[in-house]
């Protein structure tokens, strides 16, 4: 999509941004990155996550796309022409969804 506006608002340490960041980066979608502060929550990142109120947040086109993994798999579907994120074979698609799980289980302790 030739005119899309894509933001990632983002804390670059975090390693759930880290999965839209590298999502973006195998799909080759341009976007631009703006990191928010975790302590002091700017108007735009309240505006966008109302709910939660933490990034991070793709906004894509002035909408937003909250929750890491959710947006994994928007930009999986929205970029379907691009590189696949995922394996085509079902089994191997089936182990990348497991240790993706795994990771996160592991991570969220």
């Not at 340490?13 to 973006?24: E, K, V």
């Not at 379907?80 to 497991?98: G, T």
């Given at each position: ?14 390693m759930?941004?880290?999965?839209l960041?590298?999502a973006?980066?195998?799909k080759?979608?341009?976007y631009?990155?703006?990191?928010g502060?975790?302590?002091?929550k700017?108007h735009?990142l309240?505006e ?14 002035g ?5 890491s ?10 970029w ?6 995922l ?15 795994y990771?996160n ?5």
């Amino acid at each position: 999509m030739v005119n899309d506006e894509v933001v990632l608002l983002d804390f670059c340490p975090s390693m759930f941004g880290m999965r839209l960041r590298i999502a973006l980066a195998e799909k080759e979608v341009k976007y631009e990155f703006k990191e928010g502060d975790l302590w002091k929550k700017s108007h735009l990142l309240l505006e966008m996550n109302p709910i939660h109120k933490k990034v991070p947040v793709l906004i894509h086109n002035g909408k937003p796309i909250c929750e890491s993994i959710i947006g994994v798999e928007y930009i999986e579907e929205v970029w379907k022409d691009k590189i696949p994120l995922l394996p085509s074979d079902p089994y191997e698609r089936a182990q990348a969804r497991f240790w993706a799980d795994y990771i996160n289980k592991k991570v969220n302790l």
